[in-house]
């Protein structure tokens, strides 16, 4: 009887059962419809479903949601739901998904992601995409522990990620540089040195995902020699906290 009813009643119904009976419901109906009854749904009543939903029913349920309805959904969502529905979801999908979205919300998906499903999604990502998000990414990651260890950052309005935090009443510069599968080199400590405001701050920390190159290191034991406090670190993830908070405590001692 459902299925002859009209879109616009069929929504109606959904939404007065709840959120979990419509998943079940919605479920009853042939693949092409599901995407019609989704389509004609809003976004808070998408939401409800899509958390109430199970696993199994998640992954029968987004695959008939277009990129744009799934990005409203999601946006309305806590990141512990934006994990719940991501556990659902085909690598094929959360790749349209992080192709197009807004940097803060692919953050979201992109740190919500299965292992399993984050590992396809890196072979179907653009290699420029892949490398935004995963800078962006390892940039929010050391932001946060600083500002764990530190208090309040306050952010420079740079093109690269750099900030000044309080440690011990003196003013540290944080350059954080993600090379991917790079290195950190020479040239690179040499640009945050040069940025670097030497007569507000008491030391510079650049912290990165790769290796510094010798040349890197010789570089920031010159500038160190200089009378410039300036140590590299490399981080990768909260593991290396401590390292982080005792190269912060030197250059602010």
């Known amino acids: 009887m459902l299925g002859r009813m009209p879109t616009p009643q069929v929504v109606a119904l959904l939404k007065a059962s709840g959120p979990a009976h419509a998943a079940d419901t919605l479920l009853t109906f042939p693949v092409e419809?599901?995407?019609?009854?989704?389509?004609?749904?809003?976004?808070?009543?998408?939401?409800?479903?899509?958390?109430?939903?199970?696993?199994?029913?998640?992954?029968?349920?987004?695959?008939?949601?277009?990129?744009?309805?799934?990005?409203?959904?999601?946006?309305?969502?806590?990141?512990?739901?934006?994990?719940?529905?991501?556990?659902?979801?085909?690598?094929?999908?959360?790749?349209?998904?992080?192709?197009?979205?807004?940097?803060?919300?692919?953050?979201?998906?992109?740190?919500?992601?299965?292992?399993?499903?984050?590992?396809?999604?890196?072979?179907?990502?653009?290699?420029?995409?892949?490398?935004?998000?995963?800078?962006?990414?390892?940039?929010?990651?050391?932001?946060?522990?600083?500002?764990?260890?530190?208090?309040?950052?306050?952010?420079?309005?740079?093109?690269?990620?750099?900030?000044?935090?309080?440690?011990?009443?003196?003013?540290?510069?944080v350059a954080v540089r993600y090379r991917g599968h790079g290195v950190l080199t020479d040239d690179d400590v040499e640009a945050a040195a040069m940025a670097a405001d030497w007569t507000q701050v008491a030391g510079l920390l650049v912290v990165s995902d790769a290796e510094p190159t010798a040349a890197a290191l010789r570089h920031g034991s010159a500038v160190y020699a200089a009378g410039y406090r300036l140590e590299l670190l490399r981080w990768n993830n909260r593991g290396d906290n401590g390292a982080l908070k005792r190269a912060l405590v030197r250059l602010g001692g």
């Open 33 to 173: 419809r599901i995407a019609a009854l989704l389509a004609a749904m809003q976004p808070a009543d998408l939401a409800g479903v899509l958390t109430a939903s199970t696993v199994a029913q998640k992954r029968q349920l987004l695959p008939a949601m277009t990129t744009e309805q799934t990005l409203l959904v999601l946006g309305r969502l806590t990141n512990g739901q934006v994990a719940d529905v991501m556990a659902g979801i085909p690598a094929a999908q959360a790749t349209s998904l992080l192709t197009v979205a807004p940097a803060q919300l692919a953050m979201r998906i992109l740190s919500a992601l299965p292992n399993s499903t984050m590992a396809a999604v890196d072979t179907s990502l653009s290699s420029d995409r892949a490398a935004e998000l995963y800078s962006m990414r390892y940039e929010q990651q050391v932001v946060e522990s600083v500002t764990r260890i530190a208090g309040r950052v306050s952010r420079l309005p740079s093109s690269t990620c750099d900030m000044v935090v309080d440690v011990l009443h003196h003013a540290v510069q």
